[in-house]
């Protein structure tokens, strides 16, 4: 069965970085788009950033552009997600997501186009 477990995320204070993981059992990261993306209280899931299977290409939504960076580690069959210079309005659960290789592997910053979710991460950025 394919399963993603995030962690990383936690308290921090405006300015401050998280670096969140997501890794994989079942399944060999490599093969899969991955996306990370956030739902904060009352707002929709928003897509973040995300990294294709076929070439490697990122992509980041606007806001989180010079102070995000996602990246793979196929040893430890994981995608992270660093994050710099937080602000208040990057607080959300924070989620990772697989897109079936079978459909395609190139990322998208689209929710409904990704087949396996992990549970969720909090991420608070408050003084």
């Known amino acids: 069965q394919l399963q993603l477990v995030e962690s990383g995320g936690g308290s921090v204070q405006p300015g401050g970085s998280l670096r969140l993981s997501c890794a994989a059992s079942?399944?060999?990261?490599?093969?899969?788009?991955i996306g990370w993306f956030r739902q904060a209280p009352g707002k929709e899931r928003e897509g973040v950033s995300c990294?294709?299977?076929?070439?490697?290409?990122?992509y980041y939504t606007d806001s989180v552009k010079g102070r995000f960076t996602i990246s793979r580690d196929n040893a430890k069959n994981t995608v992270s997600l660093q994050m710099n210079s937080l602000k208040p309005e990057d607080t959300a659960v924070y989620y990772c997501?697989?897109?079936?290789?079978?459909?395609?592997?190139?990322?998208?910053?689209?929710?409904?186009?990704?087949?396996?979710w992990g549970q969720g991460t909090q991420v608070t950025v408050s003084s």
């Open positions: 997501a697989a897109i079936n290789p079978s459909k395609f592997r190139l990322c998208v910053l689209s929710a409904p186009q990704y087949d396996y």
């Open positions: 079942g399944f060999t990261l490599d093969y899969y788009a």
């Open positions: 990294i294709s299977s076929s070439d490697g290409r990122r």
